[in-house]
T-cell receptor, first 114, second 114 residues
Framework: AQSVTQPDIHITVSEGASLELRCNYSYGATPYLFWYVQSPGQGLQLLLKYFSGDTLVQGIKGFEAEFKRSQSSFNLRKPSVHWSDAAEYFCAVGAPGGGNKLTFGTGTQLKVEL | ETGVTQSPTHLIKTRGQQVTLRCSSQSGHNTVSWYQQALGQGPQFIFQYYREEENGRGNFPPRFSGLQFPNYSSELNVNALELDDSALYLC?????????????FGSGTQLSVL
């Protein structure tokens, strides 16, 4: 069975500082990996995804993530955080051919201090 | 704006009642999936519909059921509501055969069971 762990429940960073959100997954083969962002009262918005190929993936809003097979990790990064990035971030894993069945982590709540 | 709309936005029911939640998929999408997001948790996959048939189910009991209509709108029905069913219910649509696993989420229906 696939699973996702996001070890940090809350993270606070200052505006302009760099950000790294951690994600570890468990899956028998190379999974599909995703990062979603959720603002209060909103649904989930896809930031980026990894299916295969280049292990450094670029997404929207200046985010990137790196797939590291040896560490079963898919950490999300941003070089300079903006106040509008405050939200909850979810890492998710899916199985190739598994359709829309994604397994999500419990999320990391990001707070940005001005 | 993803083009996936859900109704109602909020709903209050009492234990034992039945509820129907509705979702209108993004234009051109033929696959819909439903997720349950309890407070402080990541979304959990309930089931997926493709061409009006259930096509994958998570670990949810049979009192959770669904329908997909020819116009690709969808319903989630929950019978015999329990207090633990209180959650945000998210609908997500995609085009099967296109970019795999690219889901577009609605803003959700917040269900409270008293």
């Amino acid at each position: 069975a696939q699973s996702v762990t996001q070890p940090d429940i809350h993270i606070t960073v200052s505006e302009g500082a760099s950000l790294e959100l951690r994600c570890n997954y468990s899956y028998g083969a190379t999974p599909y990996l995703f990062w979603y962002v959720q603002s209060p009262g909103q649904g989930l918005q896809l930031l980026l995804k990894y299916f295969s190929g280049d292990t450094l993936v670029q997404g929207i809003k200046g985010f990137e993530a790196e797939f590291k097979r040896s560490q079963s990790s898919f950490n999300l990064r941003k070089p300079s955080v903006h106040w509008s990035d405050a939200a909850e971030y979810f890492c998710a894993v899916g199985a190739p051919g598994g359709g829309n069945k994604l397994t999500f982590g419990t999320g990391t709540q990001l707070k940005v201090e001005l | 704006e993803t083009g996936v709309t859900q109704s109602p936005t909020h709903l209050i029911k009492t234990r034992g009642q039945q509820v129907t939640l509705r979702c209108s998929s993004q234009s051109g999408h033929n696959t819909v999936s439903w997720y349950q997001q309890a407070l402080g948790q990541g979304p959990q996959f309930i089931f997926q519909y493709y061409r009006e048939e259930e096509n994958g189910r998570g670990n949810f009991p049979p009192r959770f059921s669904g329908l997909q209509f020819p116009n690709y709108s969808s319903e989630l029905n929950v019978n015999a509501l329990e207090l633990d069913d209180s959650a945000l219910y998210l609908c997500a649509s995609s085009y099967r055969g296109g970019d795999p696993e690219k889901l577009f989420f609605g803003s959700g229906t917040q269900l409270s069971v008293l």
